[in-house]
Structures are given as C-alpha cells and as structure tokens.
C-alpha cells in the first residue's frame, strides 16, 4: 500500500526560521520514509492569509496531509511520526502541543499550552497540562505546529482561517463563540470541530515556542512550585 505524501508548510512570514527548527526539519526528512514535499511561506501578511496560501497550495497537490509549523515552534525532531499515528487511529486534526501566553487573549499571564476549550461565548481556557498519550475534546488548538487531513479542508467552508479583531466583524454562525478578538488558528479549529472532526494532541510530541525566553522551560518552572516560598512573599 503506499503511503499518503504530506506537505510540509513553514511560517517564515519574516524570512527566517528558528536554528533548532532548521536542524529537525533536516533530521525528520532524513529519517522518515513517505514521500513528502517541503515548502516555505514568506512574505505573506496578516498570518491569516498566509495559512489561506498553505492551504490553497496543499489542495494543488496530490498530498492528504499538511502539516504547518511556524519560524518561532520547534517540534522534536521525530514529529512526523505523528502522521502514521493519525492515520492509524483514523484521526484527522492534531495540533502539537507547545505554550503560549493565553495572558493577550484576557485569562493568565503565565505559559500554558495553545489548546482549550470555551467555557462560555468570548471566554476561553487554555490547558496548562497534558495527559499521557493521545488526547482530545478541545475546542481549539493552536496553529503553531498543526497536522490536517485533506478532508478537513474539503468539509470546512472558506475562509479556512480568519482573524477577528473585535464586535463589528461579520461573523460566521458557527463561530459565535469565539472572542471578540480571536486569532485565525482559533477560527480555524473551531470550524473544524463544527464540521464534525474531533481535535487531538499528543503528549509526547511537546513543541517549544521561542519568544525572548523559551516558553516551555517557563512553564516548567511554574509547575515544579507548589507554594510559595514564605521568604519571598
């Protein structure tokens, strides 16, 4: 039987990627064995329509996976192993898991991982942990490091990815409860999950996300304190 090529879509927005990014991509091409395509996306603004361009140049090919990263989120090295994981368990939507600072969208300022759920109409909840193995029931998942089957984008109605920026946007029916000001990742996988695909990550595939510091090792060190210690407060 052969098996499904993927497209490999990189955010370089800027024009350059993480160093660390660079040395796994070469790493994950060298080991993996499906066929598989490997494009850069430059020069595109808003990230919204940059995520447009991906998609519509994955639909041109005769791949059933794209699999998006951005310059900034570094996957591990074996992160396309993922793909015969997903087509193993008839999965067709994961986003790997990495932290953000859910504090710009209006619920902590501290790291926690682009994934949750929406507790009621604007308001969302990132996870700040995961469960072993596979997991899923999310509403959202970040776009960051994100794996989808070709049938998603034949099912979900264009535009695949959008940003609203506040009330006055014109919005979807199907998207009522996404935040006055949501970014196109959290657009995208809402639909996703209105169209009728389960949303899933993966504990073992934890991305880190590069900002000034890396974010990863940020929550880490908020997770090993339990309480404060008396000196400082």
């Known amino acids: 039987m052969t098996e499904a090529k993927v497209m490999l879509a990189v955010f370089a927005v800027d024009g350059w990627i993480h160093a660390e990014l660079a040395a796994h991509l070469i790493q994950s091409f060298l080991t993996q064995s499906r066929a598989a395509t490997l494009t850069f996306i430059t020069g595109n603004r808003p990230v919204a329509h ?32 993922i793909v015969p994981m997903m087509e193993a368990d008839g999965k067709f939507i994961a986003g790997l898991p990495y932290p953000f600072m859910p504090g710009c969208e209006g619920a902590y300022p501290y790291p926690a991982f682009a994934l949750g759920w929406f507790e009621a109409p604007g308001k969302l909840r990132a996870s700040n942990s995961l469960p072993s193995g596979w997991s899923t029931g999310y509403d959202f998942l970040g776009g960051g490091s994100l794996i989808v089957h070709r049938s998603v984008f034949e099912r979900v109605s264009k535009p695949y990815f959008k940003t609203i920026i506040d009330d006055a946007e014109v919005r979807d029916i199907d998207t009522e409860m996404l935040p006055d000001s949501a970014a196109e990742d959290l657009y995208f996988t809402w639909k996703a999950k209105g169209a009728g695909f389960e949303l899933w990550t993966h504990s073992d595939f934890v991305c880190n996300h590069y900002k000034t510091i890396p974010l990863l090792a940020v929550m880490g060190m908020l997770q090993s304190v339990s309480t404060p210690d008396p000196a400082l407060v």
């Open 50 to 81: 940059a995520r447009n361009h991906a998609a519509g140049e994955f639909l041109n090919t005769d791949c059933e996976w794209l699999v998006m990263v951005d310059h900034d989120t570094v996957p591990p090295a074996n992160f396309l192993e």
